[in-house]
């Protein structure tokens, strides 16, 4: 049985996807077999981890509409033990094509089911927003991860985040808990990063995480060169950082 772990928070910009990559790629480092899936239609997961979203034949938008098998939409990288459920700009269509399809929120966990044996963790990086993917991922997820940048609105959409995981716990997924909330883009030099941290822990009655990811240029690079930061800069601030997460995720 896998833990299955959705990254999100509807806001942008916060690192979601930037921890989605280098939290599984740190996990298939240690040594376990993970699968990502790309649930945004940026396809910036697909990307980040060395495959060229605009030529994959089977993507997350071909497996919703049926269109092709869990297995045939699957697609190794080229870093051991990772594999990843593609997407790319055809899945920004698909909220209006499930509109008439029962059981829509809980499409890609039917098919989650016939993989999900063959992997110690998925890790599901949802969109920025709060629509049907994302609530199929939360449908589809045991636990939610919540990166929150460290900045003055950090706070700003958690209540709406918050109330919207309440609303799956109580209608489709009961058994969803939320993992816990990562700081990202921590700037130890300022009195605002701390403030954040201080602000959100005296405000959220959820678990926190107790590794920071900094902010640092070799982890913002990275993706643009379509390699994880483990990989990129094995040495860098930013993947000790995720390979600490991962210690962390792990041993939850």
Known sequence: MSKIIAVANQKGGVGKTTTAINLAACLAEAGKKVLVIDLDPQGNTTSGLGLNKDEMENTVYELILGDASIKQCIHETEIENLSVLPSNADLAGAEIELLDVEDKEYILKKEIDYVEDDYSFIIIDCPPSLNMLTVNAMTTAKSI???????????????????????????????LTIEGIVFTMYDMR???????????????????????????????????????????DPKSAGAESYRQLAKEVMNR
Do not use: F, W
């Open 145 to 175: 991860l919540v990166p929150i940048q460290c900045e003055y609105y950090a706070l700003e959409g958690l209540g709406q985040l918050m109330h919207t995981i309440n609303l799956v716990q109580d209608r489709l997924n009961p058994d």
């Open 190 to 232: 300022t009195n605002l990063s701390m403030q954040v941290v201080d602000n959100v822990k005296a405000n959220v009655d959820v678990r926190i995480y107790d590794t920071v990811i900094p902010r640092n240029i070799r982890l913002a690079e990275a993706p643009s060169h379509g390699m994880p930061i483990n990989i990129y």
